[in-house]
Nanobody, 120 residues
Framework: QVQLVESGGGLVQAGESLRLSCAAS????????MGWYRQAPGKQRELVAR???????DYADSVKGRFTISRDNSKNTVYLQMNSLKPEDTAVYYC??????????????WGQGTQVTVSS
């Protein structure tokens, strides 16, 4: 069984920073891509940033230059450093991890979500 545990959300003022973490645990062969999504009230869930196993990254245009995604493969953990936060970044942030099971089947797992609130 695979578990994802997120941490690092909270309430900050505009211009401040937060760092989110998501750690995968359990029994599996390896991890492919890891990413962060967010969902604001009344809106669809959207991709924020994604990182492949070899470190290639992809960002939503709205966060380019402000957010940085990274991963520590030895800890099965993905991070999202969020700088210069804006009120429009307010959302529930979910990590998403594509895991290769021992059967070679790949499965997407989602974290429980962590609230990020940015006040103006």
């Amino acid at each position: 069984q695979v578990q994802l545990v997120e941490s690092g959300g909270g309430l900050v003022q505009a211009g401040e920073s937060l760092r989110l973490s998501c750690a995968a645990s359990g029994s599996f062969f390896s991890i492919n891509a890891m990413g962060w999504y967010r969902q604001a009230p009344g809106k669809q869930r959207e991709l924020v940033a994604r990182i492949t196993r070899d470190g290639s990254t992809d960002y939503a245009d709205s966060v380019k230059g402000r957010f940085t995604i990274s991963r520590d493969n030895s800890k099965n953990t993905v991070y999202l450093q969020m700088n210069s936060l804006k009120p429009e970044d307010t959302a529930v942030y979910y990590c998403n991890v594509n895991i290769v099971l021992w059967s070679s089947r790949t499965v997407d797992y989602w974290g429980q979500g962590t609230q990020v609130t940015v006040s103006s």
